[in-house]
């Protein structure tokens, strides 16, 4: 039989950090917070997604897998080689590494889509981009502040937007940030709520389905 805490694995929130591959001009405590914030998604039972960059989301990743977490990284690239040695991208720190052949903007929307909510860090404009692209598609978006101007900039794009967004959170403290963001995206995924009830009590689902499993 497989093990009871591992069917339903990939009912873990997928929890996307985003952030600039170089951080410069990020400030000093960027790396930390970025790190911080990476522990808390492992902390908080949930799986890292990131670009498989280097720079604030190389740091989350580091974070994840030192809390003990999962971390699935997206490259622009098509395969391991040019992900090396073309775009000069890490392999560490990444249990999986999905080469999404797309580029850069083509992976940077296969990553927010295929995240339960995504939280931004100190980031350039590839990272504005992820958070316009997870913006229009009504994701939770989670907004950490610091030293760096990123949250400025955000607050600026949604006064000038005229499309409110009731699903973003600022927060200075990464642990507080991820917790706040999680009880979004479960409250959204409320009609699902029996389910993950059902497999935190440790109970079956009910039905033919679980035989099969």
Same mark, same amino acid.
């Given at each position: 039989?497989?093990?009871?805490?591992?069917?339903?694995?990939?009912?873990?929130?997928?929890?996307?950090?985003?952030?600039?591959?170089?951080?410069?001009?990020?400030?000093?405590?960027?790396? $930390?917070?970025?790190?911080?914030?990476?522990?808390?998604?492992?902390?908080?039972?949930?799986?890292?997604? $990131?670009?498989? $960059? $280097?720079?604030?989301?190389?740091?989350?990743?580091?974070?994840?897998?030192?809390?003990?977490?999962?971390?699935?990284?997206?490259?622009?690239?098509?395969?391991?080689?040019?992900?090396?040695?073309?775009?000069?991208?890490?392999?560490? #720190?990444?249990?999986?590494?999905? #080469?999404?052949?797309?580029?850069?903007?083509?992976?940077?929307?296969?990553?927010?889509?295929?995240?339960?909510?995504?939280?931004?860090?100190?980031?350039?404009?590839?990272?504005?981009?992820?958070?316009?692209?997870?913006?229009?598609?009504?994701?939770?978006?989670?907004?950490?502040?610091?030293?760096?101007?990123?949250?400025?900039?955000?607050?600026?794009?949604?006064?000038?937007?005229?499309?409110?967004?009731?699903?973003?959170?600022?927060?200075?403290?990464?642990?507080?940030?991820?917790?706040?963001?999680?009880?979004?995206?479960?409250?959204?995924?409320?009609?699902?709520?029996?389910? #993950?009830?059902?497999?935190?009590?440790?109970?079956?689902?009910?039905?033919?389905?679980?035989?099969?499993?």
């Amino acid at each position: 039989m497989f093990p009871e805490d591992k069917k339903h694995i990939h009912l873990k929130l997928k929890l996307c950090v985003s952030g600039a591959a170089e951080t410069g001009h990020c400030g000093e405590s960027a790396l $930390t917070k970025a790190q911080e914030l990476g522990a808390a998604v492992a902390q908080n039972n949930a799986v890292l997604v $990131t670009g498989a $960059t $280097t720079g604030f989301p190389f740091w989350a990743a580091k974070g994840a897998k030192e809390a003990g977490g999962f971390s699935i990284g997206l490259s622009p690239a098509g395969n391991e080689k040019e992900h090396s040695e073309v775009y000069d991208l890490p392999l560490d #720190y990444l249990d999986l590494i999905v #080469y999404t052949g797309f580029g850069f903007s083509g992976r940077n929307l296969l990553l927010t889509r295929a995240s339960d909510a995504v939280f931004v860090g100190c980031g350039r404009i590839g990272t504005i981009n992820e958070f316009t692209i997870a913006y229009e598609d009504k994701k939770p978006l989670g907004i950490l502040e610091g030293e760096w101007e990123t949250g400025k900039v955000i607050r600026n794009i949604i006064e000038k937007a005229h499309r409110p967004n009731e699903k973003v959170i600022f927060d200075s403290d990464p642990k507080a940030l991820v917790e706040r963001v999680i009880e979004l995206v479960k409250k959204e995924k409320q009609e699902y709520g029996h389910l #993950y009830e059902s497999i935190a009590d440790g109970k079956k689902l009910g039905g033919e389905r679980d035989v099969l499993l």
